[in-house]
């Protein structure tokens, strides 16, 4: 459904998310290691993000990155996805044909149509607060 790239993000920006609400910024090895992914790629996703206004980059000794704590609860999921993927989620084909619309539909395309709304509906409502304190808590994880 997302991008490999989209999917670190999302990863990355959680983890971010719940150390900023532990007062501590987070370098990139340790965003790597947490969500499994590959030191520059993470790296360039974080560039994206910062670009995007969804984290902060702070440079020198006691840098890193983090969310203001009452950000947090103002970012959407949506907002990352867009930041990363744009709006493909919404408008590509759902077995990846490059025409697909109401006029031309492809087989899928009037049962995606239901699971497209929904997942658009959860990226707007669901908030970074909402998956970082399930971080926090430890119901729910980044890696296992």
């Not at 993927?85 to 006029?103: F, M, P, R, T």
């Amino acid at each position: 459904m997302f991008s490999k790239t989209c999917e670190y993000a999302i990863r990355a920006t959680i983890f971010i998310a719940a150390e900023s609400y532990r007062d501590q910024r987070v370098g990139l090895q340790d965003i790597a290691i947490k969500i499994d992914s590959p030191e520059a790629f993470t790296a360039k996703i974080l560039q994206t993000l910062v670009k995007h206004k969804v984290i902060n980059s702070t440079k020198g000794p006691s840098g890193g990155f983090d969310i203001p704590k009452d950000l947090i609860a103002q970012i959407k999921l949506a907002q990352i996805v867009s930041a990363i993927d744009g709006d493909a989620v919404y408008n590509s084909c759902a077995i990846g044909l490059k025409q697909c619309s109401e006029v031309q539909p492809c087989p899928v395309h009037n049962k995606f149509k239901n699971i497209r709304e929904e997942l658009k509906k959860m990226l707007c409502t669901t908030t970074l607060e909402e998956l970082a304190l399930g971080i926090k808590s430890g119901s729910t994880y980044l890696k296992i």
